[in-house]
């Protein structure tokens, strides 16, 4: 019996048995591996805008501290319960192992559609969640940054309710800030720019002529709109777009800066065009060179593996593939090369990273010397996943998880089991 349930959780579970086979790891080691060392539920109650009292369940799973504190994103969306966190928090270890960042997994959320609330509404839900997380989180034990629906001034209302119960400012406790905040230069663009950065070089490895290439892109939130704007600056076609209000299709390409401008106006793509509206459930199918999938979880199944007309994917999402769509891909792989989720966005955590170690040093760097940084860090994590993929014949996602779950297993080894 697990707390863990739902199909999310059962696709990190299915994806880690897959590496457990690879690597070898004895049956009774893989539950001290796969299952998380924490989980915490909340009741968030808030007084709403008419004087009513609701109340909402909110999470937060901590997967490992084995080689730090735990790290991840808190999001809020209708869709959260704890077995979607669970499987979050999983990835995000893999990932920050992957990368050779000093942290565990962790993921937080809270179930609510965050346009039904007001401003006010949301400042007190925001610091309701995190006055329950105060006994649970900590510089040294979580640290929180922004996932979907949330944001810098959600991160802002963090660490100012965190501050105030610790009676001085505590600006790591969350990454993401508002720069005035304590937060770092090019953290808002990280995860975007570093699915753009991969893309490229991926692009290059294989010999596409990046000018005058085709993308589409799915979901047009933070990373999707920052990874298009990217690609579009290096002359790349944005051919399509979506949100969850529709999606845009342009044969020639979409003008991905007036896009960007009219999402931030009017809260998303709604309205943008009448005349270039598509399908949405047809985007990732459409032929082109880059397949960028920026939304939700599982958004490609084996149906739609089997139909990807496009040379490179490129995860900006979690968890977007299915283990069934990841057979197809890996049948697939001599046409399709698979930027994996956990390496492709990690340019997000990798420069969460890099904020936290600039608050507590309180010594901050230059937007040029975070991006530098950063691309050093995709690069290696790059060049290690295609050096495995290769040696041993293997599926990329195959290649990056093994590393990432082999660092975790032998950190916990090297430990040992207390008491």
Known sequence: MTIYSGPVFEMAATQFGVI????????DVRPRILMPKRAVTV????HRDDGSIAVFEGYRVQHHLTLGPTKGGTRFAPSVDIGEVAALAVWMSWKC????????????GICVDPS????????????????????FVGPHTDVMAPDMGTDEQVMAWFMDTYSMYQGKTVAEIVTGKPVRAGGTLGRREATGRGVAYLTRRVMNDLQLRISGATAVVQGFGNVGSIAALELYNDGVKVIAVSDHTGALYRAAGLDIPDLITHAAKHGSLAGYSSELACDPAEILTLPCDVVIPAAR????DADVADRLRCRIVAEGANGPTTPD????????????????????????????????????QQLFWEEEEVVRRQYQILDRAFDQMVVRARRDRVFNRTAAMAIGVERVRDAKHTRGLFP
């Open 97 to 108: 192992a992957l990368a050779g960042l000093p942290y565990g997994g962790a993921k937080g």
């Open 325 to 360: 769509a990841d057979l197809v891909l890996a049948r697939r792989q001599n046409e399709i090369f698979l930027i994996p989720d956990i390496l492709c966005n990690s340019g997000g955590v990798v420069v969460s990273y890099f904020e936290w170690v600039q608050d507590l």
């Open 43 to 46: 009741s968030c109650p808030i």
């Open 297 to 300: 979880e599982r958004v490609i």
């Open 20 to 27: 457990a086979d690879y690597l070898a790891i004895p049956e």
């Open 116 to 135: 039904a609330l007001s401003n006010r509404e949301r400042e007190a839900l925001s610091r309701r969640y995190m006055q329950e997380m105060i006994p």
